[in-house]
């Protein structure tokens, strides 16, 4: 299948991107450019740093593995894979740019796939109390996601026109300073306009009932890599472009993301569906990138982006695991199931590493990612720091509820005939199983880069105050 | 005599090391192996007792060492995987081999014929990796990591047997339960991060004597790093989660949640002692965490029916013991009961693992006259009971008398006396089961029972044997008697290289202690045995205590009403709130202003022609002028 | 040489007569006509001012050519649909033609 192959050279090109990266040089390494419209001054700027390049590999894996497990779709096969392809086209686009322009259109590109992915080959869903049709998912996120857009957009001209270099170059607009007032104001347009995609709290609704109405690959990807590119854009364009911007609204952000952690994990604790737990996870999850992201350390940052990587591999495991119980089951509520560990028991040990990845037990990435954030975060506010720490803990909670729930006690008769999930989408959830071990132990490859890329972006902040 | 070439020091890292490759292997070609993979655990394990000989030699012929890796650097921060060799670290070291070796053997015959036998054994060996990891961390961060991973062994232990309903919801409870304390355990080392800036546990220790942390701060970080102590060590109110946990295998329960994981704690704050030293209000906090938790373990290890909740009360009474001589300022005391208890409770748990495995039951009351069929385990049994009554000469004893000389010297006298009080307990507490099971008439039901196979015996009867002789370190002879170089007298010298303290040995604490035990274990006699008093007048006579008592003095009950009613009713609210507020109103709520706006405003649309068209004409025009007016 | 004015003022009357027979007509082949004398106005100006301007580059006539390509490209456009409007509905009168809304 060429999805497969495409798939499977996204994963090779993103893995030597990654393995060429030199940290040692650190900057934008692989750069090309070609202007493009000289009138406007957007050029074809592409290029990678030490915090976009473990990006790139992300969203190669996440691709990679969500081809696999999208394999037996068979409802318009051709266009649900042309239109994944064309959304990790998107996904790929913004990490690399270099030019504002094309960030955005790439952003554009990467967020409206998904309302057709989700309109025709999602699920409804009816709950005792409310329903939610995958058409209701599909329109809030795309407005939720749009809306976000719109913010950015204005931002970003109102950048162009107030640099007047005739550019979007993202690294010609750095240089340059801007008026504290104008800063104030267009920073907090990014960090909103961004931060909708990256699940800031209270924008975060679209996330979950996005996820539930989405099919399993869409989830992943969706999870595991579009919301990273909102943190992205917030890193990238907002705390690149407006230093005094982010530092004026640093404390905000530090407590928006602190109430994402731990709402999100409070309201992941009270969710009956499997998808609306993880979903909620993912809210809370993205709380520590935003935390990390205001602690304006570099500890702190480096273990945001981090876990950026992290969460994007953890989670998307997790819907992958959830997409393979819903194909055999066709339910996904918490109450009815129990014991199927016995049936499926890869499922159940990769759920495992999964949700204690997710818990932050060491040996598995999201603990060396949420350590850092911690770190950071005490530096800056001990208090929050607390929130964050206990916020892991209340995720031990609900990830060993349902553990306990779903996987473990007596089998229920009604899942007798349940099987264990498929060699291939063994292999396509081991490839995450692999990667969110390898980073847990020896976390040395990633911190070298993430760390070269986010030492000048600090540096440059610092200097500023 | 210069050991160039044999292993030293800088090997200790295989000791977890090895045990971890066992783990890798047994997942990944377990099924492969002969026996799944369990021999390959019981090697790594193995090899490792045979390096600690090696370290120990190594240590006293020179001095303590760390040994470092860099894991990986962030900004200034290098964090770092290191191990530190001093005598406290060489201790647990033998400790935790010497009885993981034992356990993992005995594991053998006690697990033979389970469907996931290699699993078993894939699990013991990460967990002895973890564990010996987490003895040698010369770090914090280190500690913390091998901290929770035990942590998550024992959940992955606990949940063996998974299709249990009650296991399942056990392993949850113990991991949700020791995670909170792990909470405190992280703020604590989050704070001497920030106030320091590194996780090297000497560096903070030399600055915390130096006085460059401000009291309040270190007495706070104390007190956290108590609380990640009293989640691992199941003191009380985080004691919970220990009996329940007892849903393990029977040898997970004697290695884990008896002689190493849940003494972790204790090790914690042993390690952690310059800290405590000059907060002397955190101390304080685990002297009455310790005195509380140890009178609470045995007050209920006293009314359990199920042998092996009876045991783990009695591990719980015990580590509350601990913490009371740690608290009272009994370091070297803490540790050797640290040593011997892991020695006997062990054998306590193999002893009743042994007769579960035999009988089936776990109910004492079911039980009786065992030892005529299980002579072995009998005595084994017999031999960790008096070993935890504390009479002389067992270990138990030693250990005893120190800790109770620490308190003594420490505390006040009510504290000395109650103290005195849970000593008597214990003896009457572990008199039961003895009495009860292997005594009195046998059951006709268990007529089957037989003694188990030698793989189980086996070990036992080493742990026996250490039970007896582990008291006699603390002598000062001991060491010469070895041919030791002369650094090496006692217990407390070994511990103390630096200060020599050697052990005090007081005879009229000696006396009485063992006079209350004495008498403990013939009250036992009397109730249990001889049936001279009834245990069931007792409990009519005491229905009121009875009752609390049975019920654990209502803390589960508790802590499940705080979960339902609070906990849960919360979440639930947030739910409901994110639901409600935040997306009906919130979300919906806009979307159906839209909505409304829309409607309201299409009647301005008439849908003709040349409505639309004059519009454009008279916009147009409206824009000129303004345009010529404004230039 | 006739001044600039003169061009001026007689595509601007071009100008208003059709605007005026856009809104005031009700049929549909009449309100393209106008729409016709319109752009017809509009080539007017454009020529005059190219001429008078730029002679030598005949950027005006140029740009008149396609006004009036497009021009009639539109008109065939919209006849069609005017056909096709006749067809449905027996009747070219805006006034009835009222649906274009929401």
């Known amino acids: 299948m060429v ?71 068979n409802k318009r096969t051709k266009d649900f894979f042309i239109l994944l392809l064309t959304l990790v086209t998107g996904v790929y686009g913004v990490f690399v740019s270099l030019d504002l322009f094309f960030l955005f259109f790439f952003y554009e590109l990467a967020v409206l796939p998904m309302y057709l992915l989700i309109g025709v080959w999602g699920a409804s869903s009816t709950f005792p109390t409310f329903a939610r049709t995958k058409e209701y998912g599909a329109l809030k996120l795309t407005l939720y996601l749009v809306a976000g857009s719109v913010l950015v957009w204005v931002a970003l001209l109102a950048v162009y026109v107030q640099a007047g270099i005739n550019s979007f170059d993202i690294l010609e607009l750095q240089k340059l300073g801007y008026p504290q ?73 530090l407590i928006l993301g602190t109430i994402n952690v731990v709402y999100g994990a409070i309201s992941a604790m009270a969710q009956r569906d499997l998808k609306y737990v993880i979903g909620y996870s993912s809210v809370s999850h993205m709380g520590y990138v935003l935390m990390g992201f205001a602690t304006l350390k570099v500890v702190g940052v480096n273990g945001a982006v981090l876990q950026m990587f992290s969460h994007g591999i953890m989670t998307a495991l997790f819907f992958a695991l959830v997409g393979v119980v819903y194909d055999r089951a066709h339910v996904r509520d918490i109450g009815i199931f129990e014991g199927i560990a016995k049936r499926m028991g890869t499922t159940a040990a990769f759920f495992t590493v999964a949700g204690l990845t997710s818990l932050g037990l060491p040996g598995l990435s999201g603990f060396v990612a949420e350590l850092l954030v911690f770190v950071g975060t005490f530096q800056t506010n001990v208090f929050f720091g607390i929130l964050g720490v206990i916020g892991a803990a209340l995720t031990a909670v609900y990830i060993l509820r349902l553990l306990s729930k779903v996987f473990f006690g007596p089998l229920s008769p009604r899942w007798e005939k349940l099987t264990d999930a498929t060699k291939l989408e063994t292999f396509a959830m081991g490839v995450l199983v692999a990667v969110l071990i390898f980073v847990g132990v020896y976390p040395m490859p990633f911190m070298r880069i993430i760390d070269s890329g986010v030492v000048p972006l600090i540096g440059r902040l610092l200097t500023v105050a | 005599m210069p050991s160039i070439n044999l292993p030293g020091m800088e090997w200790a890292w295989l000791i977890p090391g090895l045990s971890l490759l066992a783990f890798a292997i047994i997942v990944f070609l377990g099924k492969r192996l002969p026996g799944k993979g369990s021999y390959v655990a019981i090697t790594a394990i193995g090899l490792g007792f045979i390096l600690f000989w090696f370290v120990l030699k190594d240590l006293l012929y020179s001095r303590p060492a760390t040994f470092n890796v860099t894991w990986f650097d962030v900004s200034k921060y290098s964090l770092k995987w290191g191990m530190i060799i001093d005598p406290l670290s060489v201790l647990m070291l033998g400790v935790v081999t010497s009885v993981a070796f034992a356990i993992q053997v005995y594991s053998l015959g006690y697990m033979k014929g389970d469907p996931r036998f290699g699993w078993y054994f894939a699990v013991q060996a990460l967990f002895a990796a973890s564990m010996l990891g987490l003895v040698l961390a010369d770090n914090f961060l280190l500690l913390y990591i091998t901290w929770e991973l035990v942590g998550i062994c024992s959940y992955l232990l606990i949940g063996f047997w998974y299709e249990r309903r009650s296991a399942a919801e056990a392993a949850k409870k113990a991991f949700v339960t020791t995670r909170l304390g792990d909470v405190g355990l992280l703020i604590g080392i989050l704070i001497l991060f920030k106030q320091l800036g590194t996780f090297d546990m000497s560096t903070i220790f030399q600055a915390a004597q130096r006085g460059d942390i401000s009291a309040g701060i270190l007495t706070l970080v104390a007190i956290l790093i108590f609380l990640g102590a009293m989640g691992k060590s199941a003191q009380f109110p985080l004691h919970v989660w220990l009996p329940d946990a007892m849903e393990g295998p029977t040898p997970v329960s004697a290695l884990i949640h008896a002689a190493t994981m849940v003494a972790a704690g204790v090790y914690l704050v042993a390690r952690s002692f310059p800290l405590f030293e000059v907060a002397p209000y955190a101390l304080d906090v685990v002297a009455i965490i310790g005195l509380l938790t140890t009178l609470i373990g045995s007050t209920l290890a006293l009314v359990m029916t199920d042998l092996k909740r009876i045991i783990a009360y009695s591990t719980i009474s015990k580590l509350g013991f601990m913490m009371l001589a740690l608290g009272s300022g009994g370091y070297a005391a803490a540790m050797l009961y640290l040593m011997t208890h892991a020695f006997f409770k062990a054998l306590l748990f193999l002893g009743a693992g042994s007769v579960i495995h035999s009988t089936g039951k776990q109910d004492i009351r079911e039980m009786g006259g065992l030892w005529r069929k299980m002579p072995v385990t009998a005595v084994t049994f017999i031999v960790a009971a008096i070993a935890l009554a504390g009479l002389p000469p067992l270990s138990g004893f030693f250990s005893k008398d120190e800790a109770l000389i620490a308190i003594r010297d420490a505390q006040s006298p009510v504290v000395y006396l109650l103290a005195l009080v849970a000593v008597f307990l214990s003896a009457l507490y572990v008199a039961r089961p003895a009495f009860v099971v292997f005594f009195g008439r046998l059951k006709p039901e268990n007529a089957h029972a037989h003694e188990s196979p030698p793989v189980m015996t086996v070990p036992m009867m080493a742990l026996a044997f250490m039970s007896i002789i582990s008291g006699f370190f603390v002598f000062n002879w001991v060491g010469p008697l070895f041919g030791l170089p002369a650094q090496f007298k006692g217990f407390g010298a070994f511990l103390f290289l630096e200060h020599p303290e050697a052990f005090h040995f007081d005879v009229m604490l000696a006396v009485y202690s063992t006079l209350i035990a004495i008498a403990a274990l013939g009250l036992g006699w009397t109730i249990y045995h001889k049936g001279l008093i009834s245990p069931a007048s007792i409990m009519e006579r005491f229905a009121g205590v009875h009752r609390v008592l049975v019920n654990k003095f209502y803390m589960d009950d508790f802590y499940q009403a705080i979960i339902n009613r609070v906990v849960l009713a919360f979440s639930n609210l947030v739910a409901l709130f994110d639901r409600r507020v935040v997306n009906d109103t919130g979300v919906n709520g806009t979307a159906n202003l839209t909505a409304f706006a829309g409607y309201r405003l299409r009647y301005h649309e008439t849908g003709k022609f040349y409505d639309y068209a004059l519009a454009i004409a008279l916009g147009t025009t409206l824009i000129v002028i303004v345009a010529f007016l404004v230039t | 040489m006739i001044p600039l004015e003169y061009f001026l003022i007689l595509s601007a009357a071009l100008f208003c007569i059709g605007l005026y027979g856009v809104l005031a007509r009700r049929n549909a082949v009449l309100i393209l006509m106008s729409i016709e004398l319109m752009l017809n106005a509009v080539n007017i100006n454009l020529v005059a001012f190219s001429s008078r301007l730029a002679p030598s580059e005949f950027l005006g006539q140029i740009f008149a050519i396609f006004v009036i390509t497009v021009a009639a490209a539109e008109v065939g456009l919209a006849l069609a649909i005017v056909i096709r409007l006749y067809r449905n509905r027996t009747s070219v009168n805006v006034d009835e033609i009222d649906i274009m809304k929401w």
């Open chain 1, 181 to 253: 007032g104008f800063q104030y104001l267009f920073y907090l347009f990014f960090m909103i306009g961004f931060g909708i995609l990256a699940g800031l709290w209270p924008f975060h609704t679209w996330s979950p009932d996005g996820h539930v109405a989405a099919p399993t690959a869409v989830s992943m990807l969706h999870a595991g890599v579009l919301m990273k590119l909102g943190a992205y854009g917030i890193i990238r364009v907002g705390m690149g472009l407006f230093p005094e911007g982010a530092q004026t609204w640093a404390p905000a952000l």
């Open chain 1, 3 to 73: 999805s497969a192959t495409a798939g499977s050279i996204c994963l090779l090109l993103s893995l030597y991107v990654f393995i060429n990266y030199r940290y040692t040089i650190g900057g934008y390494q692989f750069t090309d450019q070609y202007p493009w419209l000289k009138g406007l001054g957007v050029s074809w700027h592409v290029g990678v740093d030490g915090i976009s390049t473990p990006m790139v590999l992300l969203t190669g894996i996440v691709m990679f593995s969500g081809v696999f497990i999208s394999w037996n779709i």
